[in-house]
């Protein structure tokens, strides 16, 4: 069973940049697709991007929704065994608590929850000034 821990959530300035990261103390998540999802109040989750299970080699580019592009990048650190969210340009808009998400040999097609069989228990994201 995999238990995945995020951290690094917080409160900035519109401007402003946080770094969320993925972790599990059981399991390797390298062998997982890891997708962030994020849920602000009063709205469905969504899907934010996703990093695709290894081939055996390398994950494959990370996917994201078009609100985030070019601000949200998000890495892997096998050695680590973490995934993370670089989130740049933060706007009062991504204010939303903020998840990820394990799907066992995953290659990101698409955001269907259904498809995560792992998450974490979420790390609130505030952007206001």
């Known amino acids: 069973q995999l238990r995945l821990v995020e951290s690094g959530g917080g409160s900035v300035h519109p401007g402003g940049s946080l770094t969320l990261t993925c972790g599990t103390s059981?399991?390797?998540?390298?062998?997982?697709?890891i997708a962030w999802f994020r849920q602000a109040p009063g709205k469905e989750r969504e899907g934010v991007s996703c990093s695709p299970a290894t081939d055996g080699q390398r994950h494959g580019t990370p996917n994201y929704v078009d609100s985030v592009k070019g601000r949200f990048s998000m890495s892997r650190d096998n050695a680590k065994n973490t995934a993370s969210l670089q989130m740049d340009s933060l706007k009062p808009e991504d204010t939303a608590a903020y998840y990820c998400a394990a799907d066992l040999w995953g290659s990101c097609a698409d955001f269907d929850e259904r498809e995560y069989d792992f998450w974490g228990q979420g790390t609130p994201v505030t952007v206001s000034s």
């Open positions: 059981r399991g390797t998540l390298e062998y997982y697709a």
